[in-house]
């Protein structure tokens, strides 16, 4: 749909057009203000977040566990650890039954080759669960000069 947009500007009314109103709204580019960690020369994107790095040369570890006493240099690792403690487990498997607390827990388990997917040797009881490992091995192993 084609639309034209009237716009009044002191006394004069002109017509713009859905095209010529777009390419005013153009959004404009975020602002970085990188700064360099003066300890380790790590460059980070804002000072908000050169200070939470800080807690890494200082040791701070200023979020606590109110469970076990576990303190954290970041909050996100607190939400995560307290979920050993409430049972949350709300990253979960599309093929098997495995939950787990965090994203890098799952995005492991989803790495581990599905067993069934082994690739037998026909000479040994070596598997793989890769092709390329197969034939090397075959290579190796059975095909020698």
Do not use: W
């Not at 690792?77 to 827990?105: A, I, W």
């Amino acid at each position: 749909m084609y639309y034209f947009l009237i716009c009044f500007v002191g006394d004069n009314e002109t017509a713009l057009s859905k095209t010529e109103t777009s390419r005013k709204r153009k959004k404009k580019p975020a602002v970085r203000d990188d700064v360099e960690c003066e300890v380790c020369g790590k460059i980070l994107k804002t000072k908000a977040i050169l200070r939470r790095h800080m807690n890494i040369h200082t040791g701070d570890k200023p979020h606590e566990c109110t469970v076990c006493k576990a303190r954290f240099t970041r909050n996100e690792n607190l939400r995560v650890h307290m979920r050993l403690h409430t049972g949350e487990r709300p990253y979960q498997c599309g093929k098997c039954d495995f939950k787990s607390t965090d994203k890098t827990s799952l995005t492991k388990h989803l790495n581990v080759p599905d067993p069934s997917t082994n690739f037998p040797c026909i000479k040994s009881d070596y598997q793989s669960f890769t092709k390329v490992n197969i034939v090397s091995h075959i290579i190796g192993m059975h095909i020698k000069n």
